[in-house]
């Protein structure tokens, strides 16, 4: 079983950036696929960032291309979302995910709030 915890959400006003972390349990961590989506109110899971194990290779929503940027420490276990150019529409919960081997391992959210 591997643990994925978020954190770095909060409340932040339009046009404002925020860094959310996701660390993941595990010696493989290097091998595991990284991402992240996120939940607004009576909406639908919605993909929003993924990563590879190159550090190169990334993919982005096209709601966020250009606004959101992901990475990933491998020593750490961490993988980092930073987001710049907030707008309300990125109001939701977002949730950080880690495909290990085939199983997709989710983490429990944290919220994002943005302000107009």
């Known amino acids: 079983q591997v643990q994925v915890v978020e954190s770095g959400g909060g409340l932040v006003q339009a046009g404002g950036s925020l860094r959310l972390s996701c660390t993941a349990s595990g010696r493989t961590f290097s091998s595991y696929v990284m991402g992240w989506y996120r939940q607004a109110p009576g909406s639908e899971r919605e993909f929003v960032a993924g990563i590879r194990r190159s550090r190169t290779s990334t993919s982005y929503a096209d709601s966020v291309t250009g606004r959101f940027t992901m990475s990933r420490d491998d020593v750490k276990n961490t993988v980092y979302l930073q987001m710049n150019s907030l707008k309300s529409e990125d109001t939701a919960v977002y949730y950080c995910?880690?495909?290990?081997?085939?199983?997709?391992?989710w983490g429990q959210g944290t919220q994002v709030t943005v302000s107009s």
């Open positions: 995910f880690a495909d290990v081997f085939g199983t997709r391992f």
